[in-house]
């Protein structure tokens, strides 16, 4: 059982653990491998194709994380990531 104090509840989850990282989930693990394959495969409708997957997924695991994250360091990161995906597209 965790306190109600400011630090458990923007570090702990539900069952007390502090959590700062956690396995990929799928939206992840998809960002990953179509990031690392358009940066092998630079241009052309399938390089366009693995960009639109990158960001959709990075995209939705943001989200996932912004309103479902088990605490509020994972809410702030997904935030975070979504701003950041904002401000880097609107500089490109």
């Not at 400011?6 to 570090?11: M, S, V």
């Not at 959590?19 to 092998?40: C, D, E, F, M, Y």
Request: hydrophobic fraction near 55%; glycine fraction near 6%; charged fraction near 15%.
């Amino acid at each position: 059982m965790t306190n109600n104090t400011f630090f458990d509840k923007t570090f702990r989850d539900d069952d007390g653990q502090i959590v700062l990282a956690q396995i990929p989930n799928l939206p992840l693990i998809v960002w990953i491998v179509t990031s690392l394959l358009s940066l092998i495969i630079t241009n052309g409708k399938i390089n366009t194709l693995l960009e639109v997957l990158a960001n959709g997924s990075l995209f939705t695991w943001a989200w996932l994380e912004l309103f479902q994250g088990v605490n509020y360091f994972r809410r702030a990161l997904g935030l975070f990531v979504l701003i950041g995906m904002i401000v880097f597209k609107l500089n490109n």
